[in-house]
């Protein structure tokens, strides 16, 4: 032994593929010593992209980008490429992308008149045993809770006026004070709604929602909550400790 350190390299690596045809990453083992246009055709195999439209890219094992691999002269030992290194293939003809598009693969549709008359559809069971929407006096049921539930917000939001002072309980949410806005329906949901300026800025908007103007208040001050969560009273603006001018 003359004391001397041996570095030992394997001379196959076992990287990490993915590419720009494909959302899956695949592994695979290559020889060091094979040129990077021979990775290219190997990679054909696995990819299906021609060697001819493919750009590579070296990242390391925590996925930091190293560099390209374009010389196809160059061997793959060459690289500073170790297992679990990723090797990202783009494919520049764009080709492979027409087979991940599903908006171009024509569909199959069953007219509503033959799917009616199927007797082993899901449709036909529900029928059968009187499940969901063709259960009536479920149906029934439902109908007349949500129109119960909806007739006590309404009752809830005709005592809520505009310019009144509240605090806002929303479940997972500090408790709020502010200056009713606006109170009624609105486009962005359906519903009986209260708009509100906060004391302070705890809000989502200014008062626009999608678009559209129901109330001015500064930005970050305005909310939309069910009148169920309003509390009509006595709440002055808090003091926020200024006891000198």
């Known amino acids: 032994m003359d004391g001397g350190v041996t570095v030992v390299t394997n001379p196959v690596v076992n990287v990490r593929?993915?590419?720009?045809?494909?959302?899956?990453?695949?592994?695979?083992?290559?020889?060091?010593?094979?040129?990077?246009?021979e990775l290219k055709g190997k990679l054909e195999m696995v990819l299906g992209a021609s060697p001819s439209c493919m750009d590579l890219e070296l990242f390391s094992v925590s996925d930091t980008f190293l560099q390209k691999m374009d010389d196809n002269e160059a061997l793959l030992g060459s690289f500073p490429v170790?297992?679990?290194c990723r090797i990202h293939v783009t494919d520049r003809s764009g080709q492979m992308s027409e087979f991940?598009?599903?908006?171009?693969?024509?569909?199959?549709?069953?007219?509503?008149?033959?799917?009616?008359?199927?007797?082993?559809?899901?449709r036909s069971f529900m029928k059968k045993h009187h499940v969901g929407v063709y259960n009536k006096e479920e149906m029934a049921k439902k109908e007349a809770d949500l129109a119960a539930r909806e007739e006590v917000r309404k009752a809830a939001a005709?005592?809520?006026?505009?310019?009144?002072?509240?605090?806002?309980?929303?479940?997972?949410?500090?408790?709020?004070?502010?200056?009713v806005m606006y109170v009624g329906t609105a486009?962005?949901?359906?519903?009986?709604?209260?708009?509100?300026?906060?004391?302070?800025?705890?809000?989502?908007?200014?008062?626009?929602?999608?678009?559209?103007?129901?109330?001015?208040?500064?930005?970050?001050y305005g909310a939309f909550v069910k009148p169920l969560n309003v509390t009509v009273g006595d709440f002055p603006e808090e003091d926020f400790g200024i006891d000198e001018m």
């Not at 009986?192 to 906060?198: D, E, F, I, R, S």
Request: proline share 4%; with cysteine; hydrophobic share 25%.
């Open 82 to 84: 170790d297992d679990e």
């Open 17 to 37: 593929l993915t590419s720009s045809i494909s959302s899956f990453e695949v592994q695979r083992r290559f020889n060091r010593g094979i040129s990077i246009a």
């Open 100 to 122: 991940s598009d599903v908006s171009k693969v024509e569909k199959f549709e069953l007219p509503e008149e033959s799917y009616e008359k199927r007797t082993d559809s899901a």
């Open 187 to 220: 486009d962005f949901k359906p519903g009986y709604w209260v708009g509100l300026k906060y004391d302070e800025p705890m809000g989502k908007h200014d008062g626009t929602v999608n678009g559209k103007k129901y109330f001015e208040c500064e930005d970050k």
């Open 158 to 179: 005709d005592a809520i006026s505009v310019g009144s002072r509240c605090q806002v309980q929303v479940s997972g949410q500090p408790t709020k004070l502010g200056t």
